[in-house]
């Protein structure tokens, strides 16, 4: 089972943690744009990274995650960067409500065309795509992510489900079930992300006891998920890297 990071604030103290992991791995890193994931990326030089993936963010007033509620021009702008290169690329697929509502006015009018043109980005561009999900709902609320356009069927995207045990009490039952039928309906594309092992974007988020991360990469084997993702790189510890040495 592959055991990858996250890092939405890449400065040198958090990347530094890497030097913590002696797996080969995979991070997952936040920019506002391609130049400067590139310029991070240039600076990072650990034989143990095996893919470096750019992860998009806008300003604030143009929704931070992606959605077709985000601020038309900052899609354009990240998808025609993107344009004719191989980057690895994850889409954060989450709405504006926590970081700029008043886009649910603003770019009303722009949601059908934004969909539109998220859809096509994911099934045109020739790097790998990684969509980042809300937590598994069931059949029914997918289909409501989906029209949201929050979710998006295609073959060559990888999935990545954002199983936060620290910010949601999932029943364990429902989730093997999901998990299980993730994994039969998208294979070895139906990742999963879990944590918080440190805040993230709002500042407080609760953080996951190693105990529940245990767990939860227990679940991930037990499910026969090829990828997790833990949120964030800078929150490792020797307690955390103890609990995912017995996992690797």
Known sequence: MQISFFEEFPTRKNLEKINLVNWPTKLYIAAKNLGQFNKIKSEIENKNIKELVYWPICDIHEGYWISPFTKRSALKRIFNELKNTKTSVMLDLELPTTKNPRNYI???????INKSLIKKFIKEHV???????????????EKVLQFLGLHYKNKKAKI?????????HFNREFITQELKRGKEEFGENYLIALGIIAPGANGNEPLLPPEQLQQ??????EAGIKEVIIFR????????????????
């Open 233 to 248: 790189l800078g929150g490792l510890d020797k307690e955390y890297i103890k609990v995912i040495n017995s996992y690797r």
């Open 160 to 168: 990545i489900k954002m199983l936060y045990h620290s910010l949601h």
């Open 127 to 141: 790097g790998n795509v990684y969509l980042a999900e809300y937590y598994p709902e069931g059949k029914r609320k």
């Open 216 to 221: 939860d990469l227990q679940l991930a084997r």
């Open 106 to 112: 603003t770019q009303f009018q722009n949601f059908p």
